[in-house]
């Protein structure tokens, strides 16, 4: 597999013609079945995340076209050891906590124009041991939506954390595109035994999008996270935007409203189920 080291950071290019992006060297994966297999293996060295309860942030961020973005990302991120965007872009600005210091960031690419490339980004205060980078196809404007699958080692626990950060197909009449990329993601948590987040913006505007996302969530043991305030974005009455679990208790979760992305963020704080 070729690798090229850029000032940015680690750029591999993977099976299948594009390329996962990031400033650490877990191994990569740019398939169901590559991602799967790694998944259900030993866990590699890498540092962990401390405390046994722990801040995420997940937000829909608009490629950073509006402003005030920065500001709000550097508010959000305070405290917060994992943050997950959509929409994202590689730019130093997108990468940097509060303090001005590079967290360790795992971008997978999604749409992409010779002007801008956007996608999923993680961004956390660990470095993951694996990265998984998955594509699939808008079918109507043949454009790929991202998503990107990290596993953590859990300092105070003997278990891996694994996170899931998607930005779900949109552009579609029936649910064919929009089974076959929730699938695909599931068949690399059913090998995942520990502690779980999936979260992102779902695109779920009609209720058979939502209905199907509950009952793959729900055959995983994933629960969704509810929120007060709900300032999330709907479509038709229902919500876009989620985060489920397992294996985890929420002792917060709220949402803000800004006027920095069509989407509001999702804030939740979540505690080891045990510890």
């Known amino acids: 597999m070729p690798a090229v080291l850029l000032a940015a950071g680690l750029v591999l290019v993977l099976p299948g013609g594009y390329a996962g992006e990031a400033n650490h060297a877990a191994r990569q994966f740019a398939n169901a079945s590559d991602c ?32 005030g973005w920065r500001r709000d990302l550097r508010r959000l991120s305070q405290g917060a050891q994992l943050v997950l965007l959509q929409e ?39 470095a993951p041991d694996v990265l998984c980078s998955l594509q699939h196809d808008e079918p109507w404007l043949n454009t790929p939506k991202a998503a990107s699958i990290t596993r953590f080692s859990l300092a105070d626990a003997d278990q891996d954390l694994l996170l899931v950060n998607v930005h779900q197909i949109n552009f579609t009449i029936g649910l064919d595109d929009f089974s076959r990329q929730l699938d695909d993601l599931a068949t ?7 502690p779980l987040v999936l979260s992102g913006d779902f695109n779920t505007w009609k209720q058979s999008r939502l209905d199907l996302l509950m009952t793959i969530t729900s055959r995983l043991g994933l629960g969704s996270v509810a929120f007060i305030p709900d300032h999330r974005k709907t479509f038709m009455g229902n919500p876009l935007d989620h985060i ?32």
């Not at 790694?38 to 608009?62: Q, T």
């Not at 985890?248 to 979540?270: A, C, G, M």
């Open 244 to 275: 489920f679990i397992r294996g985890l208790e929420v002792t917060d979760s709220y949402t803000e409203q800004v006027r920095s992305s069509d989407h509001n963020p999702l804030i939740i704080k979540l505690a080891l189920r045990g510890i």
């Open 188 to 194: 690399v948590m059913a090998q995942h035994q520990g």
């Open 88 to 126: 994202a872009v590689l730019s130093d600005e997108m990468m940097l906590q509060p303090d001005g210091e590079v967290r360790f960031w795992s971008f997978s690419p999604g749409y992409q124009t010779a002007e801008i490339g956007s996608g999923v980004m993680t961004l956390s205060q660990a």
């Open 36 to 67: 799967s297999s790694a998944i259900g293996g030993p866990a590699g060295a890498s540092a962990a995340l401390h405390g046994s309860e722990f801040s995420l942030v997940s937000w829909n961020i608009e490629k950073g076209v509006n402003s």
